[in-house]
């Protein structure tokens, strides 16, 4: 596999870890009018620090970011540890919907808010992820076009993606996938 998608380190770490099954989107600067595509329904799951901050996700999160900084392997190396197929997506076009999926993400109520209302179109993008961890992390140069504000890269190298296994059990990823649905579509 070589399509990676751009994801805070400490959000990667939250998805590997079973912890959420949802990403929430809005796009990047880099891509056509900072709105975001889904253009993949399979993706490296590619962990930055860009933009990450550790006042922008909730206390737990906040507390595994500082370990997970300590762990990353160097400015110039990106460690590919799982890759994610998405089940499920939505626009969510109102701030209370994106709202009504608090405690099923590590961001922070104020993260959600901003990331809504920037950009010129007033809607964000939640997606339902099934995440596999890879057999072995596989660390990559970091070439200076996996950089910017973008969601989708594409990498200079084929990660195998073989003999990965699932972040969650069939059963908690369907109950985790149903209260995120139940969330979204209560609202409706």
Known sequence: MQVAF?????VVDA???GVQVLILRKGGIAE????????HDRFLLFP????????QVVPAAAARFDLL????????????RS???????????SLAAAERLRGQHVWRDEVIADRFDWGGELAIHALILRVWRLPAAVDLPLR????????????????PVDDATPALSDAEFALRWRM?????????
């Open 48 to 55: 930055t620090l860009y933009h990450q901050q550790h006042e």
């Open 83 to 93: 890759f994610a197929e998405v089940v499920a997506s939505w626009r969510l076009d």
């Open 6 to 10: 751009k994801e805070w380190a400490v």
């Open 69 to 80: 900084r300590g762990e990353m392997p160097g400015p110039d190396i990106v460690r590919i």
């Open 15 to 17: 998805l590997e870890r």
């Open 32 to 39: 056509e009018a900072g709105v975001f595509r889904l253009e």
């Open 180 to 188: 995120v649905a139940d969330a979204v579509e209560g609202g409706r």
């Open 144 to 159: 200076p076009e996996y950089g910017g504000c973008k969601s989708w890269i594409q990498l200079a190298v084929d990660v």
